[in-house]
């Protein structure tokens, strides 16, 4: 295993030096004759990127979509996919599954052969069933709810992001185990996402001897007050907080409970592990627990992805950036490697080739989930999030 695992990380870095290598010299697109005898350039391979480019989730899509135009802007400049140039379709779904869904709807007819989003699991559920229909390749960065792989109603869905249910599994063995708390209170926002989440941080607790739930309940995504929330979790006498849901919410949550002394562990997800959260919060944020992708910061391609972003942006990525970065290497890989556009053919390289990302050297199992790649716990600590050992 460990030889398996090297010969994947020198075939990274030998990959990595040969796209650059490629970019240095470039190349003019593959032509194709026409009936008149000329030479006629093929059609782009459209890839839509469809998520939260704008609203309070915005922080999460705009990195995702950055990530999909940087790879795109590297792989034209090394003659695109088999000689033909990529293009994206970009579209904003606000994480909102009515407009998802219109989203979803608006790319097909505009000729998508692969789609990467969408960002929040609940549109990304809503826009499925439409790509499904269309036999539309999907992959999401971000989308973590675990129906949507384990169910098998979406055979044309996969992620390049752990599942909710190891991501509960997480965040219940830290609390039970490492904060020694016994008595906890889980909330959620009540949608895909955040309640999904909670429902599995719930039955692990309940089923271990350690926990108890002295709380369980859903709150009004975009309330000004939570202070009645807040009267509960003091009431219900919770040792520590676990939430479901993305960081707007949190926010309030956390400053309403310190501003009550309420100095219980706060414990939440990757809805909430963005610097964003941070931002809102402020001082409040410090000492907050959150779940997000293992940190492959390291991972040489992660460091040339970011960098590239630098570059480009002028700032660091946001959250998911490197997810996304791997999703748009695997569909390119997919396409290249199949020398195809069609459906089965992308679901068959998707499933069955090795690629080198960011998170590593990876290919998707049958239900659509990454090989290899999982969640670590992170704490606030002088206003940034710190990867917990």
């Given at each position: 295993m460990r030889n398996r695992v090297s010969r994947r990380a020198g075939h990274a870095v030998i990959i990595i030096m040969t796209i650059f290598g490629m970019m240095l010299t470039g190349c003019s697109q593959k032509e194709a004759p026409s009936n008149a005898g000329e030479k006629q350039t093929q059609p782009?391979?459209?890839?839509?990127?469809?998520?939260?480019?704008?609203?309070?989730?915005?922080?999460?899509?705009?990195?995702?979509?950055?990530?999909?135009?940087?790879?795109?802007?590297?792989?034209?400049?090394?003659?695109?996919?088999?000689?033909?140039?990529?293009?994206?379709?970009?579209?904003?779904?606000?994480?909102?599954?009515?407009?998802?869904?219109?989203?979803?709807?608006?790319?097909?007819?505009?000729?998508?052969?692969?789609?990467?989003?969408?960002?929040?699991?609940?549109?990304?559920?809503?826009?499925?069933?439409?790509?499904?229909?269309?036999?539309?390749?999907?992959?999401?960065?971000?989308?973590?709810?675990?129906?949507?792989?384990?169910?098998?109603?979406?055979?044309?869905f996969f992620r390049t992001i752990a599942s909710d249910d190891a991501q509960a599994r997480l965040e219940v063995d830290f609390v039970l185990g490492h904060l020694k708390a016994q008595k906890i209170a889980v909330l959620h926002d009540k949608g895909d996402y955040g309640k999904g989440l909670a429902e599995f941080a719930k039955g692990f607790i309940e089923a271990d001897p350690r926990g108890e739930v002295v709380l369980y309940e859903g709150i009004t995504p975009g309330a000004v007050d939570y202070s009645a929330v807040v009267n509960k979790i003091h009431q219900s006498g919770a040792q520590a907080v676990i939430y479901g849901g993305y960081h707007p919410e949190a926010s309030k949550i956390v400053a309403q409970m310190r501003k009550k002394a309420m100095a219980i562990p706060f414990v939440s997800d990757d809805g909430v592990k963005d610097d964003t959260f941070i931002k809102v919060a402020g001082e409040f944020a410090e000492g907050v627990y959150a779940t997000g992708p293992v940190d492959t910061t390291h991972n040489p391609i992660a460091i040339e992805a970011v960098k590239a972003h630098k570059a480009k942006y002028g700032e660091d990525p946001g959250a998911f950036f490197l997810n996304a970065y791997a999703a748009t290497l695997?569909?390119?890989?997919?396409?290249?490697?199949?020398?195809?556009?069609?459906?089965?053919?992308?679901?068959?390289?998707?499933?069955t080739e090795w690629v080198a990302t960011p998170l590593g050297i990876i290919r998707f199992d049958e239900r659509g989930d990454a090989i290899g790649v999982g969640f670590a716990m992170y704490q606030v600590q002088n206003g940034k999030y710190v990867e917990i050992k």
């Amino acid at each position: 295993m460990r030889n398996r695992v090297s010969r994947r990380a020198g075939h990274a870095v030998i990959i990595i030096m040969t796209i650059f290598g490629m970019m240095l010299t470039g190349c003019s697109q593959k032509e194709a004759p026409s009936n008149a005898g000329e030479k006629q350039t093929q059609p782009p391979i459209k890839i839509a990127v469809v998520g939260s480019h704008s609203g309070d989730l915005a922080s999460y899509g705009i990195p995702s979509a950055r990530a999909a135009q940087l790879v795109v802007d590297q792989r034209n400049a090394a003659c695109g996919i088999n000689g033909r140039r990529i293009e994206l379709l970009v579209e904003d779904d606000v994480c909102k599954p009515e407009i998802a869904a219109n989203s979803a709807t608006k790319v097909v007819g505009e000729g998508a052969q692969a789609v990467l989003g969408h960002i929040c699991s609940g549109a990304t559920k809503a826009a499925l069933g439409i790509y499904k229909e269309s036999r539309l390749v999907t992959i999401s960065p971000s989308a973590t709810n675990p129906a949507l792989t384990q169910s098998g109603d979406y055979p044309n869905f996969f992620r390049t992001i752990a599942s909710d249910d190891a991501q509960a599994r997480l965040e219940v063995d830290f609390v039970l185990g490492h904060l020694k708390a016994q008595k906890i209170a889980v909330l959620h926002d009540k949608g895909d996402y955040g309640k999904g989440l909670a429902e599995f941080a719930k039955g692990f607790i309940e089923a271990d001897p350690r926990g108890e739930v002295v709380l369980y309940e859903g709150i009004t995504p975009g309330a000004v007050d939570y202070s009645a929330v807040v009267n509960k979790i003091h009431q219900s006498g919770a040792q520590a907080v676990i939430y479901g849901g993305y960081h707007p919410e949190a926010s309030k949550i956390v400053a309403q409970m310190r501003k009550k002394a309420m100095a219980i562990p706060f414990v939440s997800d990757d809805g909430v592990k963005d610097d964003t959260f941070i931002k809102v919060a402020g001082e409040f944020a410090e000492g907050v627990y959150a779940t997000g992708p293992v940190d492959t910061t390291h991972n040489p391609i992660a460091i040339e992805a970011v960098k590239a972003h630098k570059a480009k942006y002028g700032e660091d990525p946001g959250a998911f950036f490197l997810n996304a970065y791997a999703a748009t290497l695997a569909l390119v890989n997919a396409f290249e490697k199949s020398c195809a556009t069609d459906y089965d053919a992308l679901v068959k390289a998707l499933r069955t080739e090795w690629v080198a990302t960011p998170l590593g050297i990876i290919r998707f199992d049958e239900r659509g989930d990454a090989i290899g790649v999982g969640f670590a716990m992170y704490q606030v600590q002088n206003g940034k999030y710190v990867e917990i050992k």
